[in-house]
């Protein structure tokens, strides 16, 4: 990871700052007004000239989401993400079957549709067998765990 400094935190805001408004053909006062700071200091952001102090970056997440501050974010190795996200902890404990059908899960069914596509996809990958026999081991133990629950009780 490259030495954090004051320029390169500088490119990160000003990459960030311009990425943001151009697609939207924000000007520095549109940009001001959505992120709590002046015109003045958004234009100078934009240009590496200043640095936009915590507020307004913060700002800079809550207009455009979490994701708007990835540029500066990955200066430290990190990136945002919503905090309703579903994030895995250690992937390396998640059995390696299930680990490769996840991301393809997650990218057919995100939308939470399930389409005649979506099916063949994950058949023809295996996915669906998979999660059947995770599903299967899932729910004898469940059956296991509670009729040695009643027993015990």
Do not use: W
């Not at 500066?72 to 945002?80: H, N, R, S, V």
């Not at 393809?104 to 998979?130: M, S, Y």
């Amino acid at each position: 990871m490259p030495r954090l400094t004051q320029s390169s935190y500088r490119e990160a805001v000003s990459q960030t700052v311009s990425a943001l408004a151009a697609p939207e053909g924000l000007t520095d006062q549109d940009m001001a007004e959505l992120i709590g700071a002046s015109a003045a200091t958004v234009g100078n952001a934009r240009n590496r000239k200043g640095d936009l102090s915590p507020l307004p970056l913060l700002g800079v997440g809550k207009a455009f989401g979490p994701q708007a501050l990835n540029t500066i974010l990955a200066l430290i190795g990190a990136k945002a993400v919503p905090t309703d996200a579903i994030c895995c902890g250690n992937v390396s404990h998640i059995p390696v079957a299930i680990a490769q059908a996840l991301p393809l899960l997650i990218t057919l069914l995100g939308d939470n549709v399930c389409c005649d596509d979506d099916v063949r996809t994950l058949d023809k990958a295996g996915a669906i067998e998979t999660i059947i026999k995770a599903a299967g081991m899932l729910e004898r133990r469940r059956n296991e765990v509670r009729l040695k629950d009643v027993t015990v009780s």
